[in-house]
């Protein structure tokens, strides 16, 4: 892959103020999975529980037990301080209002909320009952959230008023649906309950505060998530206890979570990084964690790091590319001295977002790379390591990459291929829920097959390429959209880029752009050969696109993915395909 940005060297190890956890270049020798399995606390029983790593284990420790686990800001400005015993004791109760109701191990709940604190604690009451959580996104509407319940056959919905008027016509139809838990955070709603419905502080008030976790062994199955969305239909895929050992370690060596961090992830639980790195990385680390209700807004984001002292932050491409949308004099309002450590996952990280992240806030963007699937961080740009900005890095330890050819064989350095992982990464998913086919349609010739195009340099450092769908072929040449995209961010007047591959009769498919601009950019023939003719002075005029389209804004799930199979159906006039990710206009 050819960037036109160099790689950013890191200080020597020696000049951090604080010692990354991971040298990458030389603390791998003899890597086993075993010590970091040693490094938890695991279950009286022998088990392991997600909840007790994450929660009860710091809780139960007189050092750590007053230590703050969470600092929640409500959408209105309010502010809740939950220690871990605090976290401990909520989750307790919630897990016996869930066996009061018959909850057993493997039982499906499911979670439709705004990020409130009892979420939070809902949540780990669900691991702790033996059951598996099901977060779902707050802003969908009735139909994503039947589909997924209805898939999973989930037991009971754990949702908050306005949310549960959303999805009441829904009820109906999920049969396998025992009990719905309302959660009327601050008595924000006027409104009474359905009388079908439970209250969420009623129960609360009347459970015991004391519960001992079941003996959930690694193999259970703990937390499942749909995936985005931006390829087809979502899937449900499926974790189990023993996740959380790479969810742990990764916290540690991909976020170098220390101690004394304040951590912040923007990302929503119901997407799997706001489960694995918004609740079981950082807490599992001890570490302190940010929680923020409200939304995006630019000035606002960058207050809340100033305010509260962020150290630690883990944000997306497209939530960066907002901000560098809302202009570089912004920024300058605000002091981003606390900020150590700043990391990136979700969909490629252009160079440009990178470079930006070190001129614009003190800090590169570490860009990493996982899926649904993987559970956790496979790939990784580390504290420790130089950055090579467009490149997410490389594997982390005890886990193997590869890219292969189209007989899953393979390739050597700097060649495109499927991106692959060896099975057995203590995080892997345990399968679809009801798509086993599917599910073993991903394995091929003992690897994992990822869906993603990218190659691998000399040195080991990994660079996306682009979706295996979204490979474009044009006159004989393989384009990654990727690549285009970032050359085209690196105009000042484009804000995002969608590319996709239009069928054409001679060069069988061309490269066509989609573009949004910045603010203070209009659309015009003049402006629109300028980026042309931008483009084409960065990259082989062959592969450059060939046709710009300028629209107000790129279709995206609502996890903030760039959706190009819709640009392409919108451009082929083809049916749509799966919309229900989609975010509203
Ligand atoms: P679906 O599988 O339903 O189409 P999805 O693949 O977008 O949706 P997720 O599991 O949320 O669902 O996203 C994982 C995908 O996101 C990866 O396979 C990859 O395509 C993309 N991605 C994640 N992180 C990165 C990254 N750092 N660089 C490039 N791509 C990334
Ligand atoms: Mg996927």
Redesign the pocket.
Known sequence: MSTSFSPIPKPPIDKFEVTPNLNYDTDLDGFDWQTIMDELDWLPGGGLNKAHEAIDRHALNPETANKLAMIWEGKNGEREDYTFADMKEQSDKFANVLKSLGIELGDRVFIFMERVPELYFAFFGILKAGAVAGPLFSAFGPDPVKDRMEDAGAKILVTQPDLRRKVTEIIPHLPELQHIIVVNKDNRDPEPLDAQDLSYEVEMAKASAEFQITNTSQNDYSIMHY??????K??GAIHRHHAVIQQYSTGKWALDFHPDDLYWCTADPG??TGTSYGMIAPWTNGVTQLIYEGGFRASYWYELIQKYKVTVWYTAPTAIRMLMKAGDELPKKYDFSSLRFAA??????NPEAVVWGKDVLGHVFH???????TGAILCANYASSEIRPGS?GRPIPGVELAILDEDFKPVGPGQDGNLAVRPGWPSMFQHYWQKTDMYNSRFKRGWYI???TANVDKDGYFW?VG?ADDVINTAGHLVGPFEVESALIEHEAVAEAGVIGKPDPIAMELVKAFVSLKEGFEPSEKLRRDIMRFVRSKMAAAVAPREIEFIDSLPK?R?G?IMRRLLKARELGLPEGDTSTLEDD
């Open positions: 995936t985005s969305g931006t390829t087809g979502p899937k997407w799997v990136s996952v979700g969909e490629p990280l860009d990493n790379w996982w899926q649904t699937e997410m990822t869906g993603d996306f979706r799930t996890s993915k």
